[in-house]
């Protein structure tokens, strides 16, 4: 008589040939032979999938995406893009160090520069992200360990100079990390103008449809990598395998997504612009971009993006009354999903600021946010008048 086979569930269900999709591996550890001790003892466990925190396959294959959409040699997701953010500057920094930062971040990169990091020891800095001579005399002046900066500036999408920035960080012995957020390795790939790493909200357009929280970290520098893989063990930024499905799966589309996004963008830039009640329209494709020319030319050829500012005639007030009328793009905070998103600087990103503060900050009254999804750029320009006119 046969004897029955081993209990062994779920393992006897494995494919015999590989699926077209990557299987989301829902499981938190996995079993271990001694290739998996070998590592574990040699490295600590972080090139072998034996537990989900260090290795998981479906987030390897969402990682590999994004190195490729870099041309990078390997790439890190994370829980958040604020795990991803914190995580790379902690490992960078020491206490003692000082880094060199643009003044004006996301809000919460802020409370990180300006709370958490002196909390560890880090002197920290702040210039005009869009001004060269900030960065040189204040690299020149204090001699950092990390300089940082955002590709594009929100809400007033103005480009940094990267590859100048770069150069002369590297001169003085910095590594430069860059949030490129905004502007997405289909217009700026900032590994290519010398920073040394990316980080990245994958929560926005990478993932691309507003259903996961996620973030990402890319370098060329192999051990660079380690030692920001060792944090996010450590720190339990580690991603989720299911929210690595959703990422994965929107960086299918990535490309196309982003494509008809930024010629949606630029459309619609072109016929608000002389549009009645709207006194100015900030577009990097555009020529009355500040940073039109060498700028725009070295960081962001084009594509220029999928994010929009407008700015409403009759201040924040009239600009409150336009973005509650619009009924094809929605007043929400985030960005980077295929609905187009519209909001306010002076009640939501920025509500912490006073108008003066603003204002010295080249987020004018009545300035509108939009971050343009899918659905055409004659539909969002309907919406726009529609909301304009009954704004009154």
């Known amino acids: 008589m046969a004897q029955p086979s081993p209990y062994r569930p779920g393992r006897e269900h494995t494919s015999r040939t590989y699926p077209v999709i990557p299987p989301i591996y829902q499981t938190t550890t996995f079993e271990l032979d001694d290739q998996a001790y070998e590592d574990i003892q040699g490295t600590g466990g972080l090139h072998e999938t034996w537990y989900s925190r260090f290795n998981n396959p479906t987030v390897d294959a969402a990682a590999a995406d994004v190195a490729r959409l870099h041309g990078a040699g390997q790439a890190l997701m994370t829980a958040s893009g604020m795990a991803a953010i914190a995580t790379t500057l902690v490992t960078l920094l020491r206490s003692g160090d000082t880094l060199v930062a643009a003044r004006l971040v996301y809000g919460d990169t802020n409370d990180l520069l300006e709370r958490d990091l002196p909390g560890l020891g880090v002197n920290v800095v702040r210039v005009n992200a869009f001004s060269v001579d900030a960065w040189r005399e204040a690299i020149a002046a204090h001699r950092p360990a990390v300089v940082y900066g955002e590709t594009l500036s929100n809400p007033q999408l103005r480009l940094m100079d990267i590859p100048t920035v770069v150069q002369t960080a590297h001169g003085a012995g910095a590594r430069v990390v860059i949030d490129n957020t905004f502007a997405t390795p289909l217009c700026t790939r900032p590994l290519e103008l010398g920073a040394d ?28 990598h380690e030692e920001i893989q060792r944090r996010v063990v450590t720190f339990g930024g580690s991603m989720d395998a299911h929210a690595a499905f959703l990422v994965w799966r929107g960086l299918r589309t990535f490309r196309v997504r982003l494509a008809e996004a930024c010629r949606t963008a630029a459309a619609l830039a072109d016929l608000m612009a002389s549009e009645a009640g709207i006194t100015g329209v900030v577009y990097p494709g555009r020529a009355d971009h500040p940073d039109a020319g060498t700028v725009v030319a070295r960081v962001m050829p084009g594509p220029h993006g999928a994010m929009l500012a407008l700015v409403i005639e009759g201040g924040d007030e009239r600009a409150l009354e336009v973005i509650r009328r619009l009924q094809v793009a929605v007043e929400a905070t985030s960005l980077g999903g295929v609905e187009s998103l519209a909001s306010l600087p002076f009640n939501s990103s920025h509500f912490n600021m006073t108008p003066q503060q603003r204002r010295d900050a080249g987020i004018l009254p009545g300035m509108l946010r939009l971050s343009i999804g899918l659905e055409g750029e004659e539909a969002l320009a309907g919406d726009l008048r529609r909301a304009l006119k009954r704004a009154g």
């Open 197 to 224: 790493v990316v980080v990245e909200s994958a929560t926005k357009f990478l993932a691309g449809h507003s259903d996961v929280v996620a973030g990402a970290v890319t370098t060329d520098d192999r051990a660079l």
